[in-house]
């Protein structure tokens, strides 16, 4: 690992070490947002009297240029050591007063900033005699922990200027495409042996009724045809190492078994196959071959081969007469170095237990998904609405199947868990279902059973408003009463559903059901495997977690991986584009440089103190960022932990397990900390 | 009990006037700002529903859609445009159409044939009576009576009195049926029957609730229009050996049928013109059966006037023609519209709040029943 300690403050200059800290204290008005409440000339006075402050004053805006000019040239001629400002939050100036303070020949992490602003006079208006008293302690405190500030360099970390996409779906493929353009290699890993991931099995995609092939199509030949973006299907990361800017990347690629055949050998070999096993790309209403393609136009256009399936006849090698099909499966190794990770694993679909709604237990009770593959014009009927070979006269569609889930009134998933969340695109994909049927197939009555309508979004209502106009009849159920299927005594429809209707008055309704659509949910998919090597965090509902939902939006807790899509969370293809390119986009800003600069405050080992225990790496939450390595101390050869900055998140959580005291985190020492509680517990006048 | 759905129901009441309540998105923004709809009878937003589902039976059972005046607020303020107040206007079409048995209100409401046919063979009916059996006729004055003798007019005026009088008898009974349940059409007693009779006779005459209506204007019209009508009404049938006379002299009792006629001309005149501006809410929408109506009334009253006229101007000829002309609209459109159209509402709207009255009272005494019946402790 490369790394250097970039800036040079003067370090061990400006009389840090030898004699008594000189502190500065400021206290900002923040144009009356602070000095409304606060009596500043009171916290002035009393700070100034703080054992080792030189200088006390206070600017109406230390944020402006005066304020900082007032800043450096204090330091300059009064010779300051360690700077403390009560001002606004650290989130908003701590960087800016950083800057100055280094401006002024200072180390920059010599300066301690007093939040007076969001932590007082905001939330403490009432009480200005106690807001004043709080500020002059929370100086103090800050005072008292300047005075133990110990100068710092920040961490520079080499950047490799190459991006792994991991996931082929749409956003995988947008995140690829955009990095591109950015100027970065991009390794393109995908599980399947075809691009296109989840989109490809919808036709019609709202908001704009865009075919959702014809998009992927155009999608996928820019990234195939693109030069800086290396495409490996059916590939697994096994192992990752490194840390962001230059992670290494161990990953197994099975063959696909067919190297190059032309369409009519592709078909041939299709042919002569004599496995069926059920298509996963039409959701079991067909059965595929062990060597296919799941649909026509779908890429790579190279059928693969299934090997759980295949049963190594040889028949399709001998259609095809010996060229073009290897029945050879033994994966490859591939070792990838990347200065970051974009997640694009996607979702699952919720797969109902037998008997949720009748599903499983009742042939007419198919899921969402499904019925898309139904109203496909490509797809297994041809486009028309027919079930077990009968025609479809009353359809019945049920939202929030395995979403928006009640503990105590639904059966808890495998994790033991059910999912409380909304899965957002369900809505407004059934109202669009509900809409083409109308439309195309005017003589069949669709009900929408629903707990809410959840259109969000621009382009959403209107499916609403176009299903109600065209007849579609709106059933709202209680959470707590999901509808009844049960089979219907009458020859008319096979199925009859029961449900307490909250829009007529909680009156129980009997709707008869020739086909029952669950509309089911997102919920997380199985990646533990990439989540363990990564150490990233998943959120309550299981998604993957980032950093804040608002702030820093597409990126995760450990540095250099970035979400894209429906990995985070239910989202639609609108809004797993702009996730896809927003990772993109901050991929590419945290390597653009070639170095990556990264806070101080980071884990170090006292080599004095440390006797190798080993609690510390039993702590620590990110992958190798702490590790013992054997060294040679007087003689002896020990164990010693060692801490790898670019890795270290300066969490803190290997500092109260150690057993004698040896970590710290630089910026935050326990000495640090005592300090600030003696100054708040100390009386001032 | 669970209801069953009939999907196919909006189609049936798309021909009786309505087809924006698709849109509606159950809110209830209409029954909020109804000032008629009570917690116990919640409207327009419950028969919406009842039709979105087509829930028949649950609208056969529902005295509320008689309870609506149309002032329209619901139909301004609907914030998806799903038109309520119309709808509840059709409902009211065809409850009409459920409450007759014969099945002819159903013929007449949904084809402009069928209605035509219908008046214009009533009409022949009368044309065909005068042809036959009228009296001398006499030119060089006026005999009204000569050629059409009051005795034989009287007649037909009861035959058509009680004949029709029976058959809208018929339809409130399974009015009655439909919203109190058989069952408890069978055990209400007498004396419960005749103690609400009061708020039949009132509303009847008053339409009083329409005063709760948002534009009182349409409430004084209205009583003024009916006002007309029903003295009208006692000039021809009650009073008619008094009122059709001989001769070109005028009478006092003649004053009531200005008063009758002047009333009816004028606010049928003025609601066949708002139907053709469009401009209130209430006459936005209008049905073959609203046109019918409105106009064989402005007719009837028209050609009722023009024999007096032609009488007291000593016209004989002119009298005796215009009279048949007015006997044969005046006649069709009672035998059309009383028992199978737009006329019955005089009859359910009054009605519906008496059975509501007798509803309520009945629910009463059997919470009270059901109150007795839980079982005290015993003393141990």
């Known amino acids: ?685 | 009990m669970s209801q069953k759905l009939d999907p196919q129901f909006h189609k049936e009441l798309d021909a009786f006037g309505c087809h924006d309540f698709t849109q509606c998105m159950n809110c209830g923004h209409c029954t909020a700002v109804c000032g008629l709809s009570e917690n116990k009878v919640a409207f327009p937003r419950k028969i919406i529903r009842y039709v979105q589902l087509g829930l028949k039976d649950k609208l056969l059972k529902s005295p509320e859609p008689w309870l609506c005046y149309y002032c329209g607020d619901c139909s301004q303020t609907c914030p998806r445009q799903a038109n309520p107040g119309e709808t509840m206007m059709s409902v009211r079409r065809w409850l009409t159409t459920q409450y007759d048995w014969t099945g002819l209100a159903r013929k007449f409401y949904l084809s402009p044939l069928w209605e035509v046919t219908a008046l214009a063979l009533v009409a022949a009916f009368v044309v065909a009576l005068f042809l036959l059996f009228h009296g001398p006729i006499v030119t060089d004055r006026v005999e009204l009576n000569t050629f059409a003798p009051v005795v034989w007019v009287e007649f037909g005026d009861w035959v058509l009195a009680v004949g029709l009088g029976s058959l809208l008898l018929i339809n409130a009974i399974r009015m009655a049926s439909f919203i109190l349940s058989i069952e408890r059409v069978r055990k209400i007693p007498l004396t419960l029957w005749l103690s609400e009779l009061r708020t039949l006779v009132i509303h009847f005459f008053t339409q009083k609730r329409w005063r709760d209506c948002p534009a009182p204007t349409r409430w004084w019209k209205h009583v003024l229009l009916v006002s007309g009508y029903l003295t009208m009404m006692l000039l021809v049938i009650g009073m008619l050996r008094w009122f059709q006379t001989n001769g070109s002299h005028w009478r006092v009792i003649d004053l009531l049928g200005y008063y009758a006629t002047g009333v009816l001309l004028f606010f049928t005149g003025e609601a066949i013109l708002g139907r053709l501006r469009r401009r209130d809410e209430i006459h936005k929408y209008s049905h073959l059966s609203d046109w019918t109506f409105l106009i064989l009334l402005f007719v009837t009253s028209l050609t009722g006037i023009l024999v007096h006229v032609f009488r007291l101007a000593g016209l004989a000829m002119p009298t005796y023609v215009t009279y048949v002309v007015h006997l044969a609209v005046a006649v069709p459109m009672l035998v059309v519209e009383v028992p199978f159209g737009k006329w019955s509402h005089l009859a359910y709207r009054p009605l519906a709040l008496y059975l509501l009255a007798i509803r309520s009272r009945l629910e009463e005494a059997e919470a009270a029943v059901s109150l007795t019946d839980v079982p005290q402790p015993s003393p141990a």
């Open chain 1, 1 to 685: 690992m490369e790394q250097s300690h970039s800036h040079d403050y003067q370090q061990g200059a400006s009389g840090v070490g030898a004699d008594t800290p000189r502190v500065g204290v400021y206290v900002c008005q923040c144009g009356g947002n602070i000095s409304d409440v606060v009596n500043v000339d009171r916290v002035v006075q009393a700070t100034a009297r703080v054992p080792g402050v030189v200088v006390a004053r206070q600017s109406s805006a230390m944020c402006s240029q005066a304020g900082q000019n007032l800043l450096i040239e204090d330091i300059q001629r009064e010779k300051l050591d360690r700077i403390v400002i009560g001002a606004c939050t650290p989130s908003l100036h701590e960087h800016t007063f950083r800057a100055a303070v280094a401006r002024a020949g200072l180390n920059p992490y010599l300066y301690q900033h007093v939040n007076l602003r969001e932590q007082i006079s905001w939330c403490t208006k009432s009480d200005p005699e106690g807001a004043t008293a709080k500020a002059i302690r929370l100086i103090a405190a800050g005072i008292g922990k300047a005075r133990k500030l110990q100068p710092l360099a920040s961490i520079s970390t080499k950047a490799i200027r190459h991006v792994t996409v991991i996931g082929g779906g749409i956003s995988g493929l947008r995140a690829a495409r955009d990095l591109s353009r950015l100027g970065f290699a991009v390794t393109l890993l995908e599980q399947s042996p075809f691009l296109g991931g989840r989109i490809a099995h919808w036709h019609g995609l709202y908001p704009t009724e865009t075919a959702a092939r014809d998009l992927l199509a155009t999608l996928i030949q820019e990234v195939e045809k693109d030069p800086n973006i290396t495409v490996v299907t059916r590939a697994e990361v096994i192992e990752t190492s490194g840390c962001q800017g230059n992670f290494q990347l161990q990953v197994a690629a099975i063959p696909r078994g067919v190297n190059r055949l032309s369409a009519e050998e592709s078909r041939a070999a299709i042919k002569a196959c004599p496995v069926q096993v059920p298509s996963e790309f039409d959701f079991g209403l067909t059965e595929r071959k062990a060597i296919y393609l799941p649909y026509e136009g779908c890429s790579p256009a190279i059928p693969a081969i299934d090997w759980k399936a295949c049963t190594r006849c040889g028949q399709c090698v001998a259609a095809v007469g010996g060229k073009g099909i290897s029945l050879e499966d033994a994966e490859e190794r591939l070792t990838i170095a990347t200065g970051a990770i974009v997640l694009a694993t996607g979702f699952d679909l919720y797969q109902p237990y037998e008997g949720e709604f009748g599903y499983g237990q009742h042939r007419e009770v198919i899921t969402l998904a499904q019925l898309e593959r139904l109203l496909d014009p490509q797809g297994p009927t041809g486009g028309s609405l027919e079930w077990q070979g009968r025609p479809v006269r009353n359809l019945c569609l049920i939202h929030c199947v395995g979403s928006r889930q009640i503990e105590g009134v639904h059966r808890p998933g495998p994790n033991g868990k059910v999912n409380t969340h909304c899965s957002r695109v369900c809505c407004t994909a059934t109202l669009r279902a509900a809409v083409e049927i109308r439309r195309r197939f005017p003589e069949v009555n669709v009900f929408d059973l629903h707990q809410d309508i959840r259109t969000y979004g621009r382009g959403h209502e209107e499916y609403y408003r176009e299903a109600s106009r065209l007849g579609v009849i709106f059933i709202r159920y209680a959470g707590e009463e999901p509808p009844v299927v049960s089979a219907s005594e009458a020859d008319s429809s096979p199925l009859v559903i029961r449900v307490k209707d909250l829009l007529t008055f909680g009156e129980e309704l009997e709707i008869p059901a020739d086909l029952v659509v669950l509309a089911t949910g997102m919920i997380p998919r199985d990646i533990e495997r990439l989540i363990e090597q990564l150490k990233i965090a998943r959120s309550e509902d299981g998604f993957l977690q980032e950093v804040h939902p608002k702030l820093r939006p597409v990126e995760m807790a450990v540095g250099g991986v970035f979400l894209a899509g429906t990995c985070q969370a239910p989202m639609d293809v609108m809004e797993s584009c702009t996730g896809a390119s927003s990772a993109a986009a901050k991929a590419a800003s945290l390597l653009a440089h070639g170095t990556i600069e990264l806070e101080p405050f980071r884990a170090q080992v006292d080599p004095n103190l440390c006797q190798g225990h080993g609690k510390c790496v039993e702590a620590c939450r990110y992958q190798q960022a702490i590790r013992l390595v054997e060294v040679e101390q007087n003689g002896r050869k020990a164990m010693r932990a060692e801490v790898n900055s670019a890795l270290c998140n300066g969490c803190g959580m290997c500092v109260p397990v150690c057993p004698t005291g040896a970590i710290q985190v630089a910026g935050w020492r326990l000495d640090q900390f005592e300090a600030m509680v003696d100054a708040i517990v100390a009386e001032h006048t």
